[in-house]
């Protein structure tokens, strides 16, 4: 992975492959971000690299609301590094992620400084996919429209945060 990492694009890199409405979109939910005292204070305690291999594509609505979670978790501590790599000719790395057979994005696998996997989010936020297995449609549509609006985001930096804990 350590290869991979090293030929992946900065957050700023990913964001320019487009000139356009993604470009905007994903800017716009990287400005609208906004963290807690108590979690800005979690993401600067980590005082170990943490690279962050991330497969994503500009287009991808979910690359464009929990990329730019990511990398404000890497602007606020600089041990947090990012890579951006296309989904597109790297899906046998992305295998053990998939999810029904199906590579998904983003998927951002945490390893140590070592490069040693630590754990990965793949797609969304663990409480909307739980929201979604309930079934219930409307519970479902709600939470949909909160997740585009970013007000899920401060969950996919926690359950990262999470992942990076880990021994």
């Not at 943490?50 to 979670?69: G, R, S, T, Y």
């Not at 996919?129 to 930096?157: F, M, P």
């Amino acid at each position: 992975m350590k290869e991979l990492f090293e030929t992946g694009s900065t957050f700023h890199e990913f964001v320019n492959r487009d000139k356009d409405t993604y470009k905007e979109k994903t800017l716009e939910n990287y400005h609208q971000i906004e963290l807690d005292k108590g979690l800005e204070n979690e993401i600067k305690e980590i005082d170990e690299i943490v690279n962050i291999l991330v497969f994503a594509e500009i287009w991808c609505p979910d690359c464009m609301i929990n990329v730019p979670a990511l990398q404000k978790m890497a602007d606020i501590n600089d041990k947090i590094i990012i890579r951006i790599v296309s989904r597109e000719g790297n899906e046998t790395h992305m295998a053990n992620y998939s999810l029904n057979g199906k590579p998904r994005i983003p998927t951002c696998i945490v390893m140590n400084q070592g490069f040693q996997e630590k754990g990965a989010f793949v797609e969304q936020p663990q409480a909307l996919k739980d929201i979604v297995a309930k079934g219930n449609q409307a519970e479902i549509i709600v939470a949909r429209r909160k997740y585009q609006k970013g007000e899920y985001t401060r969950d996919t930096i926690k359950e990262t945060l999470d992942i990076i804990k880990k021994s």
